[in-house]
């Protein structure tokens, strides 16, 4: 698994930083009285995940726990210092004896190989950490991408709303003159007309909201965003269960409670290791003033195992291996249920959207203008005209609010099993 998880992480990092040495130009349209200003291009879904991957601060933080990972392997695999020592005996100078020596402690039973497995075992989790992290972080750019994008249909909307208000107004307008009908329904036109113009505000308030969320993800400059690329007609395909099923063994959450039963087994094999009494060795000198001479000093000791063998380590770190096991088989079933859960919610909206789409927004349309040139030709009141106008902009609106839910479960999935690997 570390074979490729350590790799797959410093590749992504590095792309990461090979693009961020290349500016990304700002995001909006041309102020609109410089007339010679080139026009700056909307932004795109693609430019926008792949700023947010360049820019969150997110994937920094992942990236420091890597690299300090990565010292926490070098540390462990560092054998245990040398200790020099100095002893003096009496402090007379005829008769005082001076012992100089350093021992080295000989670790046995494959401490450091363990040592090293377990270190190794947290950096593939920090690798994976940042992997998922990417892969959440671009997720979460695209379902805040189609929430601006949403908002900002709903904007035009609202405006298309306002502008079929203030006709009813000018309809209503000629024909109080004409004395067809009566002020009141002028007045019912322009309170109409005074909500629609609420809405309209309503709605450039949560455009530019969506604007902001976006713009914190991608750590652009507020109000830099002003205009979106895309099609929230475009639907995302509905997983199948077949395609659940397959995905779900490379989902994040799973790889990583996977990858914490590999360190609870290497942690468990480092307690065993522990109980291994370690040696220590020794080679000095001693100088006798009184007999004038000089003498070799060698020294072995071996702590004995008589009452501390590691017992109650090795048990704590045998439980927290099972407690691993059994969390990353609940992993596994807590995920599939929560992804099979929003799979047949994305199902159901997409059914909304496509029933929306096909029978009620066309009946809603055709109903308002009929009614409408049916009360600029007297037929109808304007009570009946302003009704279905009202029933036409609710559809649209209840349209576009199952296509934003479509969007969000889609990059919920996407965000649980991970991004779809392309050729």
């Known amino acids: 698994m570390r074979r490729f998880l350590v790799p797959l992480a410093c590749a992504a990092l590095t792309s990461s930083l090979a693009r961020a040495q290349t500016p990304v130009p700002p995001v909006g349209p041309a102020p609109a009285h410089d007339q010679t200003a080139p026009r700056v291009q909307a932004l795109t879904l693609e430019r926008a995940v792949q700023t947010a991957l360049q820019r969150n601060p997110q994937l920094r933080v992942a990236t420091a726990e890597l690299e300090a990972s990565a010292g926490a392997v070098r540390q462990a695999d560092l054998a245990p210092n040398p200790v020099l020592g100095l002893e003096q005996e009496d402090t007379r100078a005829g008769t005082r004896t001076t012992t100089a020596q350093i021992s080295q402690t000989l670790e046995l039973g494959g401490k450091r190989a363990a040592r090293v497995m377990l270190a190794q075992r947290a950096q593939d989790l920090a690798a994976l950490d940042l992997l998922t992290r990417r892969g959440e972080l671009r997720a979460l750019t695209v379902q805040a991408f189609f929430d601006a994008l949403t908002a900002q249909e709903r904007v035009q909307v609202a405006e298309e709303s306002l ?76 997983p199948s269960a077949a395609d659940i099923a397959a995905r779900l063994e490379d989902a994040p959450s799973v790889r990583r409670a996977r990858l914490q039963v590999q360190q609870a087994e290497a942690g468990y094999l480092l307690a065993r290791r522990q109980a291994v009494p370690d040696v220590t060795v020794g080679l000095g000198a001693k100088r006798a003033q009184e007999l004038g001479r000089t003498q070799a000093v060698l020294t072995v000791s071996v702590p004995l195992p008589f009452f501390d063998r590691h017992q109650g380590a090795q048990l704590e770190a045998l439980r927290k291996r099972d407690a691993a096991q059994a969390s990353a088989e609940a992993e596994v079933l807590r995920l599939r249920s929560e992804v099979l859960q929003l799979a047949d919610w994305l ?56 296509v934003a839910q479509v969007h969000r479960h889609a990059a919920e999935i996407e965000r649980l099993l991970g991004p779809v690997e392309r050729p």
């Open 163 to 238: 502008r079929i208000a203030g006709t009813g107004v000018d309809a209503a307008a000629r024909r109080v003159t004409a004395g067809k009908v009566s002020p009141t329904e002028e007045t019912r036109a322009r309170v109409a007309q005074s909500g629609a113009r609420i809405e309209l505000r309503q709605a450039e308030a949560e455009r530019s909201a969506a604007l902001r969320v976006l713009a914190a993800l991608m750590d652009a400059p507020d109000g830099s965003l002003q205009r979106l690329d895309g099609d929230v007609d475009l639907l995302p395909v509905v």
């Open 347 to 402: 199902q159901a909206r997409k059914d909304e959207v496509e029933i929306l789409r096909r029978e009620l927004l066309p009946g809603a349309r055709s109903a308002y203008e009929a009614a409408r040139i049916g009360f600029e030709l007297g037929k109808f009141s304007f009570l009946d005209a302003l009704d279905a106008q009202r029933t036409w902009l609710q559809v649209r609106g209840q349209y576009f609010a199952a």
